[in-house]
Every structure is written in structure tokens, then in C-alpha cells.
């Protein structure tokens, strides 16, 4: 039987939103596995827009909803209406959305919230025992809400190849345990069914992002 997989995005683009080859990663992996999918966002501001051509803030506004229509080609649910019971998996592609959207990582590091209806789902998956994947900096997620679970953003020390290595400690210091992986690994938390792989936190061509993202998905589809 098909499974069911809910991918939640951040918004549109790296730099404010969902990273779309990721995303896009996700979803042909998810696609040529047979799952069903079904991509949801919260219906909110973003913190900012981003001119991605320069990488400066602009002064326009953008609805996270509805950058996310973008990559979803307009099939995307709002996330308050996401319910565990009709989903056997949930995925968060990575992305500065996720820090600055789905959460306010970016600003307060690991003091971190996470977005109310994000907090409630990751509990609500991990209770029913149902997997969770996550890619790039979304583990960051894990980390805040499921106390003493295992990530992987990759390495946890600083070279060309892992320019964000880091990040790992701060997760470190929120109570999780990371887990060095290269690009085309992941990293399987059994307790918490939670299936993590570092994509654009490192430093890597595009190909073996892409293939780091399908064995992440592979596992989520094993536990799911």
C-alpha cells in the first residue's frame, strides 16, 4: 500500500523560504517510490524577503502560503489543517525558511522557538510513532522539540567541504546528540523514528545532495 507523506514547506528560496532543489529532491524521490504526497505551509508573514539576485533584505512582504504555492505548482494546504491521523510520515526540506519561518532560529540560535502548528506536529508524529525526515538545517527542529533525539547536519568540524559545521555544536548544547555523516548518508534516530541528512550544509555537488536526500527519504518510507 502506498504510503502517505506530508512535506511541509518554509516559502520559496534559500534565503527566506524552502530550499527548492530539496524540496524538488524530496519530491521525485517520494514520486519514484510511489508515496502519496501532500504539501502544506503555515498561512503567515515571512520574517523577510530576501532579493536573491544580491542577497539583501527588501522592503516587500510575502506570505509564506503562498511563496510556497511555487514549488507545490499550487497544490499546498494550509499547515493548521494537516491532521497525524491522515499522513504516515511527515519531511521538512532545509532552507533559511525553516530558520526564520518555521522557527526563529536564525535570530535566537539555540534559544530558539519553533512555530506553534511545526511544535504540535513533530510531537504529534513522534507520539504515534510515525517517522519524521528532515534535511539541512530542519533537524534544527527535531532538536529544539524532541529533547535527546539524534541529527546529523553533516560534520561537526569547520573545512571548505562543511562551512556550517558549527551548527552542530549549538545543537549539541540543546540536548541532542549529532552524529558526523557525509553528504550521501543519513542518520536513522530509531527511538524517535527521526531520519536526518545534512544536503546544503555541505559544500557538495548538486548530484550527491540530491542522492543524500533519497536515501533520508528510503529510510522514512521503511519506518513509515
Given at each position: 500500500?502506498a ?7 518554509a516559502?520559496?528560496g ?10 524538488s529532491?524530496v ?13 502544506f ?10 532579493n536573491h539576485?544580491?542577497?539583501?533584505p527588501?522592503e ?5 502560503l503562498?511563496?510556497?504555492a ?5 497544490e499546498?494546504k ?8 491522515a ?6 526540506p532545509?532552507?533559511?525558511g ?5 522557527s ?7 534559544e ?13 508524529f513522534?507520539?504515534?510513532g510515525k517517522p ?10 527535531a532538536a529544539?522539540?524532541?529533547p ?5 547536519v553533516g560534520?561537526?568540524?569547520?573545512c571548505?567541504m ?7 555544536g549549538t545543537?549539541t548544547?540543546?540536548?541532542c546528540?549529532h ?5 550521501g548518508q543519513a542518520?536513522?534516530?530509531?527511538k524517535n ?6 544536503a546544503f550544509m555541505?559544500?557538495?555537488?548538486i548530484?550527491?545532495?540530491?542522492d ?5 527519504v528510503k529510510?522514512v518510507?521503511?519506518?513509515?
Open positions: 500500500m504510503k502517505s507523506v506530508a512535506v511541509i514547506l516559502g520559496c534559500v534565503y527566506d523560504g524552502t530550499e527548492v532543489h530539496e524540496a529532491a519530491l521525485v524521490h517520494l514520486s519514484r517510490a510511489g508515496a502519496k504526497v501532500q504539501m505551509a503555515p498561512d503567515m508573514d515571512q520574517m523577510h524577503v530576501i539576485c544580491e542577497g539583501k527588501s516587500e512582504k510575502r506570505n509564506v503562498q511563496e510556497s511555487r514549488i507545490a505548482r499550487g499546498v494550509d499547515l493548521s489543517t494537516l491532521e497525524t491521523t499522513f504516515d510520515a511527515i519531511i521538512i532545509g532552507g533559511f525553516v530558520a526564520k519561518n518555521l526563529d532560529w536564525a535570530v535566537k540560535g539555540k530558539c522557538s519553533v512555530q506553534p502548528q511545526v511544535e504540535r506536529l513533530i510531537k504529534e513522534n507520539v504515534k519524521l525526515g528532515m534535511c539541512c538545517i530542519s533537524p534544527v527542529l529544539k522539540v524532541l535527546g533525539c539524534e541529527i546529523t560534520q561537526d568540524k569547520e571548505k562543511w562551512p556550517n559545521a558549527q551548527t552542530a545543537m548544547e540543546m540536548g546528540k552524529v558526523n555523516k557525509n553528504v542518520h536513522i534516530d530509531v523514528k527521526l531520519v536526518t541528512t545534512s555541505c559544500n557538495a555537488p548530484h550527491e545532495i540530491y543524500g536526500i533519497g536515501v533520508m529510510e518510507l521503511k519506518l513509515a
